[in-house]
DNA sequence: TTTTACGTCATTGTCTACAATCTACAAGCG
DNA sequence: CGCTTGTAGATTGTAGACAATGACGTAAAA
């Protein structure tokens, strides 16, 4: 028997909460200085307070909402230094991975890459700025777990989702797509070629231009 | 009026839950596998579940505990992997500070953490581990904080938790005290007269052999 | 006018009771 | 005998009520 039915996923409700106020401040729909009430909250989800707090305080550990005792939680600020702290981070554990994906050396790895890359290109070219974003972070994203390093892995979803959200309050200027897309071909040749040294050179630049150009023009609120 | 009075700690029963579990595992009281019911722990704690349940959600996303839904909470095993990828990632935290920190290159920071090896070499020579093992943690954080790097040092506490925790189950072999006091005082050097690279291959073996040895004869339960 | 004391209000902290779910084992059925 | 199905016990998930705390405004006193 196997009707290929889909999975019933019953997520808890703090689960569900959890995800629904992470995505709400990763997409910089709920902003810096927010105050966040249990009580708001649960009536707007239509749950109790007990599960939102559970994913308050799970969201306090991650570093996104701040709590002061009786007082309440609100969405953490990021001010220029947290910008600059957090894209000298990704360079840290990205550069890292670079070095030992590239040590092990997996053909298979870096066709998935170029995948990546490829559809970025076209993504880039025919302006579409949703795709372009996503497959860089698919680009990444695949970097990382390539490593295989499960506690880098960990590391660096912190790092991603303050990623997520600096970009989503940015206020993007024109960017040159097709140019953010291409940028990541230099990086690919040089994997391939097995020059570790050059690759992480140009990851380090490519992510310290990228985090530059917000850290630069931040204001904050 | 001024009589000094020890400050009154009125710390919300979650804190205190979470301190005192974290603690337990940290110290190795607490087993990895070992079984945590939400009922058990609130009536020997004295408290009802809620805030222990708020607790245990923070401790599983510092990753200390594994939550099972409808099934229980244990505390988190630790495989060979694990020791080999904490290590790692204490190297490469730890070089990138002290990189931050030899480029500020403070005296004053030289100067503390010279007293705290000095510290450290005279508890050696007296043969008390546990003040080396404490003065050890104490020179490797203060690295970290000196870099002043906030995000650095909220990703490193994540890892020196595991240290700890590794150190305390770990079967310790009869190490020579004064000679791990001692391994400090070439990479104080090299940092006085600015040596960067030397500095930090210096730290990255220091570290890789203290986990190399834990590493090689790690038993899982 | 300034300062202090106090009461009110909103919000978080905690507790208890109840519902939902899982595991394991026993009972029914071929 | 083997498989499925039902049931019991334990554990977690959720809800709602109440207590504790802190902020703010108001009024009384210096």
């Known amino acids: 028997m196997n009707l290929a039915l889909p999975q019933i996923k019953n997520l808890s409700i703090r689960e569900q909460s959890l995800d629904t106020l992470r995505e709400a401040i990763l997409s910089g729909e709920l902003k810096p200085g927010q105050a966040l009430t249990e009580t708001d909250l649960a009536r707007q989800l239509g749950v109790s307070r007990a599960p939102i707090r559970e994913a308050l305080r799970i969201l306090n550990s991650e570093g996104l909402v701040e709590t002061i005792p009786y007082h ?15 894209y000298s981070m990704r360079i840290l554990l990205e550069t890292y991975a670079m070095e030992q994906v590239i040590e092990k050396c997996q053909p298979a790895d870096l066709q998935r890459l170029r995948e990546i890359v490829d559809r970025m290109v076209r993504a880039g070219d025919a302006g579409d700025l949703i795709a372009v974003n996503a497959l860089d972070r698919d680009f990444h994203d695949a970097l990382i777990e390539m490593s295989g390093h499960q506690l880098l892995h960990s590391m660096w979803l912190m790092v991603a989702m303050k990623v997520r959200q600096v ?23 040089a994997m391939e070629v097995g020059d570790a040294a050059e690759a992480k050179t140009i990851l380090g630049r490519h992510i310290a231009t990228a985090g530059d150009l917000i850290a630069e023009d931040w204001v904050e609120p």
Do not use: F, S
């Open 72 to 86: 309440g939680t609100t969405v953490r600020r990021l001010t220029k230094t947290d910008i600059e702290e957090i």
């Open 167 to 189: 970009m989503a309050l940015v206020n993007r200027r024109n960017t040159d797509l097709t140019l953010i897309a291409r940028k990541h071909l230099p990086l690919l040749e």
